[in-house]
């Protein structure tokens, strides 16, 4: 039955502490869609303060750079970064981990 999640054996540890999360590292994808390791294409949606919502979506659409249908990305820019920067993962010394 798939509708069924079993679980074979129980965590027999403490219960883990969660800390605030952290920013460890920063990715972008420049306009040649090459991955930089750094914020330099990182941008920022700040909705209005009078939550009054009137985009015009075809404002700007002249100016876009399209992913080529042809480019099967996935995750690879993300799974490229965390191989660049696998030394900011890893776990605290006296994690047990």
Do not use: C, M
């Not at 399209?66 to 690879?76: G, M």
């Amino acid at each position: 039955d798939q509708s069924v999640f079993e679980v074979n054996k129980a965590w027999a540890g403490y219960f883990p502490i969660f800390r605030r999360p952290t920013i460890v590292g920063y990715w972008s994808v420049d306009e040649n869609r090459s991955v930089r390791h750094d914020s330099s294409r990182l941008q920022y949606y700040s909705p209005p303060r009078d939550f009054q919502v009137e985009f015009d979506l075809n404002q700007g659409i002249e100016a876009v750079k399209r992913k080529p249908e042809n480019r099967d990305e996935r995750l690879n820019h993300i799974l490229e970064w965390i191989k660049y920067n696998r030394d900011l993962l890893k776990p605290y010394p006296n994690s047990g981990r």
